[in-house]
Nanobody, 125 residues
Framework: QVQLVESGGGVVQTGGSLRLSCAAS????????TAWFRQPPGKEREFVAA????????YYADSVKGRFTISRDNAKNTVYLQMNSLKPEDTALYYC??????????????????WGQGTQVTVSS
């Protein structure tokens, strides 16, 4: 069983930055593809970014490309999401997710078996 715990959310003004962290309680973290999803108020959960288990590739939603960066530290069992140039439309509950090796479809939430509890990000205008 993999437990994921997110942290780092908060309130920030438009144009500001935040870094989210997701700590995983698993010995073989390097064999898990990890991703960030978000759920804006009143909307469906959506894909944000993913980092392949081998650390060689990352993938981003078009809406965050060039502003957000996903990274991972396998020695610390932690994945990060650096968010820059934040916009009010980035306001959402952000979730960390993990799947062993390669998820069936990288951008679909149902491809991931493990989820954190979420951390709130609010961007004020």
């Amino acid at each position: 069983q993999v437990q994921l715990v997110e942290s780092g959310g908060g309130v920030v003004q438009t144009g500001g930055s935040l870094r989210l962290s997701c700590a995983a309680s698993v010995r073989t973290f390097s064999s898990y593809t990890t991703a960030w999803f978000r759920q804006p108020p009143g909307k469906e959960r959506e894909f944000v970014a993913a980092s392949w288990w081998d650390g060689g590739s990352t993938y981003y939603a078009d809406s965050v490309k060039g502003r957000f960066t996903i990274s991972r530290d396998n020695a610390k069992n932690t994945v990060y999401l650096q968010m820059n140039s934040l916009k009010p439309e980035d306001t959402a509950l952000y979730y960390c997710a993990a799947a062993k090796w390669a998820p069936t479809v990288l951008t679909q939430s149902r491809s991931y078996d493990y989820w954190g509890q979420g951390t709130q990000v609010t961007v004020s205008s």
